[in-house]
Structures are given as C-alpha cells and as structure tokens.
C-alpha cells in the first residue's frame, strides 16, 4: 500500500524568486519578440514600449539572479551541494536518470532512481542542465543585455567583444536557448508520481513523495 510523506522541498525565498524570475522572462520572451519582428508582432502597442519594458524586466530578471545566488551561495551555503554534478552524478547518475526519463517512467518498470531531499533536490540530469542555464547561459544574457543597455558608457568594450550586431546576435542567439529550456521544464516537472507532484512546491513548500 502506498503511503504518503510530504517532504518541506522549497523555502519560501526561493518560491517568490522562481515565480517573480518567471513573470520576468515571459515578459522578456514576449518583449523581446516584438522588439526583434516588429513589422510582424505588436504585443504591447509601440515599440518604445516593448523595448522600455524589455529593458525594466531585464533589470528585474538580473537582480533576482544575484538575489538568488546570494541566497544559495551565502545564506543557504548549498549553491555547490545542490547544483554541481558529483563525480558519481556524471559517471552513473546520468545514466541512470536519462534510462529513466526515456524509458523506466514509461514502461512503469522502475522507480525515479533519484529521492529529492532539501539537501538533494535535483537528479544528475537536472544539475547539468541547471549549471549550464544559471551558471552559463543566465549570466551571459545578463551581461550581454547590460552592454546594449549602456551603448555610450561602455562603448570601448562594446567595441572590444565585436561592436553591436555581434552582441545582439549573441543575446537573441542565449535568449532562444532560455526559451527553448521553458516548455522542457515545463514537461519534467510533470513526471512525478502525479503530474502536479512537482508543481506543489513551488506554491506551498512541501511536496508529497509516495513510499511503497
């Protein structure tokens, strides 16, 4: 019979910042859209007010980044713990998880080989993932961002990394990658025991953990 533990998976700081870095990058994505096909998408009216509203939103989305890695690195202390890839993560772990996601969660054959704890919240896969997107690409798009933001000032290093059209494609070319990670985060979450099992968390804290 299958009994249920609830599990306090996600303190309420990280709650808000998910939620408030998320309504930052849709209106990213959204503005960001018009800003780039403006003879094709007209979302928010002018393009003035796409590109002052992409310009406030990054602002937004590059504070709660620091706010969040303050959090994990200095009041949390687990930025490292919950979010670099062991030794054992790469060479098995990833395995294991990806036989899982591509085929055991289908077949029903086998458990999630990975148990979510507060000190152990993301399988391998999701570590990978997560050191690429919020340790790589996250801050790239920032800086990227900043520089287009502050043409004048930083005109000597705008020059230095290529001048504009080279930044610009680099931040449209990041932000697609961002984009392209939401409806994947979206899927994964629903392969819990529930497909809302994962969803739970982020509004309450506790997440429900079936034990056979």
């Not at 796409?50 to 990054?58: E, K, Y």
């Not at 570590?127 to 961002?145: F, H």
Request: net charge positive; glycine share 6%; proline share 6%.
């Amino acid at each position: 019979m299958a009994m249920q533990e609830r599990v306090y998976l996600t303190p309420t700081p990280v709650r808000i910042w998910h939620w408030l870095n998320a309504l930052g990058f849709v209106t990213l994505i959204a503005s960001g859209v018009q800003i780039r096909f403006p003879d094709y998408i007209n979302i928010f009216g002018t393009y003035r007010a796409a590109v002052s509203l992409h310009h406030t939103a990054g602002i937004v989305v590059a504070v709660s980044f620091l706010l969040w890695l303050f959090y994990y690195a200095v009041i949390a202390k687990m930025l490292i713990k919950l979010y670099v890839p062991t030794a054992e993560d790469l060479k098995q772990g990833a395995v294991k998880q990806a036989l899982y996601y591509f085929f055991y969660f289908f077949t029903g054959t086998r458990e999630n080989p990975h148990h979510e704890s507060p000190t152990n919240k993301f399988n391998p896969m999701q570590k990978g993932a997560y050191v690429v997107i919020m340790m790589v690409l996250v801050p790239l798009v920032i800086i990227t961002g900043l520089i287009l933001l502050n043409m004048q000032p930083l005109h000597n290093l705008l020059v230095a990394v290529g001048g504009v059209r080279v930044v610009a494609g680099v931040h449209f070319l990041l932000a697609c990658a961002l984009t392209a990670f939401i409806p994947t985060h979206f899927y994964l979450a629903t392969l819990g025991h529930t497909p809302f099992a994962h969803f739970k968390p982020m509004w309450t804290g506790w997440e429900e953990h079936e034990d056979h």
